[in-house]
């Protein structure tokens, strides 16, 4: 079984500029997740699908923070402008109901 | 709001050793209590899943025991390996969404 897939592993850009990242998630799992991961933290949950819906997007930055995914299976995640507190890990998740998160490698995001 | 705490934040213990890791909750109104573990750059790998109805789960050397009541978890590791080094990291669901909250984990390390 493949895993979660997520590109790209790393990014720096500069404050006020735009990034994105992609996931594709396990093959017939209906929940996808984006996770943030400050150094030293937990990760916390940014935005939930079901399929292609939003189950829970309520700590996600609106105002920077964008997400979709399409056709309920790749999703992608955008920071347009960012910050300096976005330098994270933002890691993608997949799961079916009830069942364990499989997590991806994660993108290692600075910005400067 | 769901908060789970982990003590240890770190801990060190010869090879061989039996240890238990802590997770405390405080909301006890769980759809299930999850245990991953996180390499290096890596991303969190899924090593237990409790259901709230459950007492434990084990998983080869791995045991994980839940108390709904008192909003804790253990993780037991027994007969420890220098490749049990790794973060390892709790998770409340408060639905079956899988909506997780996680902690700030425990950096284990297991020396040869």
């Known amino acids: 079984e493949a895993g979660v897939a997520q590109s790209p592993r790393y990014k720096i850009i500069e404050k006020r500029q735009s990034v994105a990242f992609w996931c594709n998630p396990i093959s017939g799992h209906a929940t996808l997740y984006w996770y943030q991961q400050i150094l030293g933290q937990g990760p916390k949950l940014l935005i939930q699908f079901q399929n292609n819906g939003v189950v829970d997007d309520s700590q996600l930055p609106k105002d920077r923070f964008s997400a979709e995914r399409l056709k309920g299976v790749d999703s992608t995640l955008k920071i347009q402008p960012a910050k300096l507190e976005d330098s994270a890990v933002y890691l993608c998740?997949?799961?079916?109901?009830?069942?364990?998160?499989?997590f991806g490698n994660g993108t290692r995001l600075t910005v400067t | 709001k769901q908060e789970v705490t982990q003590i240890p934040a770190a801990l060190s213990v010869p090879e061989g050793e039996n240890l238990v890791l802590n997770c405390s909750f405080t909301d006890s109104a769980i759809y299930n209590l999850q245990w991953f573990r996180q390499d290096p750059g890596k991303g969190l790998t899924s090593l237990l899943l409790?259901?709230?109805?459950?007492r434990e789960q084990t998983s080869g050397r791995l045991n994980a025991s839940l108390d709904k009541s008192s909003g804790r978890s253990t993780l037991y590791i027994a007969a420890s390996q220098p490749g049990d080094s790794a973060t390892y990291l709790c998770?409340?669901?408060?639905?079956?969404?899988?909506?997780?909250?996680f902690g700030t984990g425990t950096r284990l390390t297991v020396i040869p």
């Open positions: 998740a997949s799961s079916l109901y009830n069942s364990p998160l499989h």
């Open positions: 998770a409340a669901a408060q639905t079956g969404a899988n909506n997780l909250f």
């Open positions: 409790i259901q709230s109805s459950q």
